[in-house]
C-alpha cells in the first residue's frame, strides 16, 4: 500500500509540475526606443502574429513621429522592425500570412477652405511584417474613425462622412486578388455616429452604427446584396455607444455594445453591455441580451470557432480609474445568448484594459495592474481557461514591473503558445527623468506548454 501511495503521489506532483510548466518567456526588445510608444495591435492570422504601433519622438507639432510593424512567424519571435503607413485606425488579419491596416490621416486645407476637417482613407496590406503602398480610398470631410476588417475572404473598410447636413456610412469591398471597390452609401439619411464592420471567411459581412439615438446593422451575405437596415436598440435619453461586431465561421452574426447612459448632475450614469445575434440564413436579430448590467469598460467582442464567442471587457466598481476593477470574459456556448460573466481575476485597484485571444489551449485574458510607482502604468498579468472549464486557472505575471501601458495578446495556433506585445518604459518614467531622456520600447514575449 505504502508503495502504491508513493506512486500515486508521484502521479499527483508530476502533474502539477506539468500544470506548472507553461511559463512567459523574458520579453525581448521588438522597437527602437522612442519617448512615446503608442499602445499594441496584435492582428493573429493562420501562420503569423502581426504587430503594429505608433511612437513619436519629443514633443509639439514639429516632434517627428510615425508608425511600424514586426512580424512574428508560429513559432518563433518577432523579426525586424519596419516603418508602417502614418494614421494607421485598425487592422485585421488577411489570409494566411499577412495583414491589413486602414489609415486615416488629416488632409492640409487650404486658405479659403471651411467646415468640418478632410481626411485621406486609405488601405495596405503586409508581406513579412512590411506594409506594401497605401491604396487611396476616399477624401472627405470623415466624422468618425475608420474601421476595418478580414477574415481571410472579402476585405470591408467603413466609415462616417459629413455632406451637408448629413453624417451618412460610407463601406468600400474588395475581394481576395481584386481590387477595392467605389465608396458604397449604406445609410445615405440623419445623422449617423459610432461605425464597427465585421467579415467571415466564407465573404459575410456587416457593418453596424448609430443614427439618430439608434443602433442599427445591415447584414451581406457571401455571394448575396446589402440586406435591409435593421434596429438592434435605441436610446433611453442620452446616450453615448461603443460598437462591436464579428461573424463566426458558420456566418452567424453577433453585435454587442456598451450603453452609456447618462444620467442627471452629480448622478453616475449606467454603463450597460448588450448583444443581439443573426443566425445565418435568418433576416431578423434575436432580442437584445443585457450581459452585464454595469460598470464595463473597454469592451471587445471575439469569434472564437465554428459558432462559438467572447466578449471581454473590465468591470470596474464606480467611476473612479484607481477603484476596484475586475477583467471579465462572458461565452457563447451551444446557445447564441451569452452565459454568466466569469471573472479572470479577483479585483484590484486600477485594473484595466482586458483583452483576449483563442488558441488550442483555449482562452488567455491580459489585463494591466497598475504599480505603486509607474505613474498609472505598471505590470501586465494574465490568465487562462483551458477548453470546457468552467474558471481561469490562476493568474500569471505576463511582464516585468516596467512601466507597462497596456498589454496585446494573440495565439500561435501551431504551437499551442500565446504572444503578448506591450509598450513600456523599463528605465522609468519620471518625475526625475526630463522629457528628452524617456525611452519607450515596444517589448515581447511568449507563452508555452
Not at 165 to 183: E, H, M, Y
Not at 227 to 237: D, F, M, P, S, V
Not at 388 to 395: D, E, N, Q, R
Amino acid at each position: 500500500m505504502r508503495s502504491i501511495g508513493l506512486v500515486l503521489i508521484s502521479v499527483v506532483l508530476g502533474a502539477a509540475s506539468t500544470a506548472r510548466a507553461a511559463e512567459w518567456s523574458a520579453p525581448v526588445t521588438v522597437s527602437a526606443p522612442h519617448t512615446f510608444a503608442q499602445p499594441v495591435t496584435l492582428t493573429q492570422s493562420t501562420q503569423v502574429v502581426t504587430a503594429t504601433w505608433g511612437w513619436g519622438d519629443g514633443v509639439g507639432l514639429a516632434a517627428p513621429g510615425g508608425f511600424s510593424s514586426a512580424e512574428a512567424r508560429f513559432g518563433s519571435g518577432f523579426g525586424a522592425e519596419h516603418r508602417a503607413p502614418a494614421g494607421i485606425v485598425d487592422v485585421a488579419s488577411d489570409g494566411p500570412r499577412r495583414a491589413v491596416a486602414v489609415t486615416q490621416t488629416e488632409v492640409p486645407r487650404g486658405r479659403t477652405e471651411r467646415g468640418p476637417l478632410r481626411y485621406a482613407i486609405g488601405a495596405a496590406f503586409s508581406e513579412n511584417g512590411r506594409f506594401g503602398a497605401l491604396h487611396r480610398l476616399r477624401t472627405a470631410a470623415v466624422a468618425s474613425r475608420a474601421s476595418i476588417a478580414s477574415n481571410g475572404g472579402p476585405v470591408i473598410a467603413g466609415w462616417i462622412e459629413t455632406t451637408g447636413k448629413r453624417r451618412i456610412v460610407q463601406v468600400v469591398t474588395r475581394n481576395p486578388g481584386g481590387a477595392f471597390s467605389r465608396p458604397t452609401t449604406l445609410s445615405g439619411r440623419g445623422q449617423a455616429d459610432g461605425v464597427d464592420v465585421a467579415a467571415s471567411r466564407r465573404g459575410d459581412l456587416a457593418v453596424v452604427f448609430v443614427r439618430n439615438g439608434k443602433v442599427l446593422a445591415r447584414v451581406k451575405r457571401a455571394g448575396g446584396r446589402w440586406g435591409a437596415i435593421r434596429e438592434l436598440a435605441k436610446a433611453n435619453g442620452p446616450t453615448q455607444w461603443q460598437l462591436i461586431s464579428a461573424i463566426a465561421e458558420n456566418g452567424r452574426v453577433v453585435v454587442a455594445w456598451r450603453r452609456y447612459t447618462l444620467r442627471r448632475v452629480g448622478v453616475p450614469g449606467t454603463r450597460a453591455l448588450e448583444s443581439t445575434s443573426l443566425a445565418a440564413g435568418k433576416s431578423a436579430f434575436s432580442a437584445p441580451q443585457v450581459v452585464e448590467a454595469d460598470g464595463v469598460v473597454g469592451p471587445s467582442l471575439l469569434a472564437t470557432g465554428a459558432a462559438a464567442f467572447a466578449l471581454v471587457w473590465t468591470d470596474q466598481d464606480g467611476i473612479a480609474s484607481n477603484g476596484p476593477a475586475t477583467p471579465r470574459v462572458a461565452l457563447t456556448g451551444t446557445s447564441p445568448r451569452f452565459g454568466a460573466p466569469l471573472s479572470a481575476a479577483p479585483a484590484a485597484g486600477g485594473l484595466r484594459d482586458t483583452r483576449i485571444a483563442s488558441g488550442p489551449l483555449g482562452l488567455y485574458a491580459v489585463w494591466v495592474e497598475p504599480q505603486p510607482d509607474g505613474d498609472g502604468d505598471g505590470l501586465g498579468r494574465g490568465a487562462l481557461l483551458p477548453p470546457g472549464a468552467s474558471a481561469f486557472l490562476a493568474p500569471e505575471q505576463v511582464t516585468p514591473s516596467e512601466n507597462v501601458h497596456e498589454v496585446g495578446i494573440a495565439a500561435d495556433v501551431t504551437g499551442g503558445a500565446f504572444v503578448a506585445a506591450w509598450s513600456a518604459r523599463p528605465e522609468g518614467t519620471g518625475p526625475g527623468i526630463p522629457l528628452d531622456q524617456i525611452r519607450s520600447f515596444v517589448r515581447a514575449a511568449r507563452r508555452t506548454g
